[in-house]
């Protein structure tokens, strides 16, 4: 970020305020890994992530390492998203490039059309459930970018099953 911002005042003092550099920690390699599958199988560089079920963070912080691309996380752990929320603010990335909100996609409103990517790393944390897939998979599509968005949710064979049915 360039720039200066002048302020004008009674007083002839001057403070000077810096914004935080990112702290770069060593990445985990199976979530840099598959971070980097999904960026390369996707195209998607820049833009907004939607990651659904933060789960530990790695994905997530893998996808702000290595794209462009602004990530806004949905969990529905009210202390996971609060240690989260400290751990990206630490590394200057909180309010920058993440943002990172309590709930799921099916009790927070989130704008038609945003992502041009939806990952997941908890899908229960997410609010994915058998229950829930017949609500989930609309709002799923509801946030993705038409022409070139797209979802990679890591599924077990018999919810993959359950999923294609429901999108067809």
């Known amino acids: 970020?360039?720039?200066?911002?002048?302020?004008?005042?009674?007083t002839a003092s001057a403070r000077v305020f810096t914004q935080k550099t990112p702290v770069r920690k060593k990445s985990h390699h199976?979530?840099?890994?598959?971070?980097?599958?999904?960026?390369d199988n996707t195209d998607a560089r820049e833009g907004y992530a939607l990651v659904l079920g933060v789960g530990t963070g790695q994905l997530l912080e893998e996808i702000v390492r290595q794209?462009?691309?602004y990530v806004i996380g949905l969990d529905n752990d009210a202390v996971n998203v609060n240690r989260l929320r400290r751990r990206f603010d630490q590394a200057g990335l909180y309010g920058d490039r993440v943002t990172i909100l309590q709930g799921t996609i099916l009790d927070t409103p989130v704008s038609p059309y945003l992502a041009n990517l939806v990952v997941s790393e908890d899908l229960k944390g997410a609010g994915y459930t058998k229950a829930s897939a017949k609500d989930f998979i609309p709002?799923?599509?509801?946030?993705l970018r038409p022409y070139g968005g797209a979802a990679c949710l890591v599924l077990a064979e018999t919810q993959r099953d359950s999923f294609q049915q429901l999108v067809q």
Do not use: K, T
């Not at 970020?1 to 009674?10: A, H, I, L, P, Q």
């Not at 709002?139 to 946030?143: G, I, K, N, T």
């Open 30 to 39: 199976r979530w840099s890994e598959q971070a980097r599958q999904i960026l």
């Open 139 to 143: 709002r799923l599509f509801h946030v």
């Open 1 to 10: 970020v360039e720039g200066s911002m002048y302020c004008f005042g009674d």
């Open 67 to 69: 794209s462009d691309l």
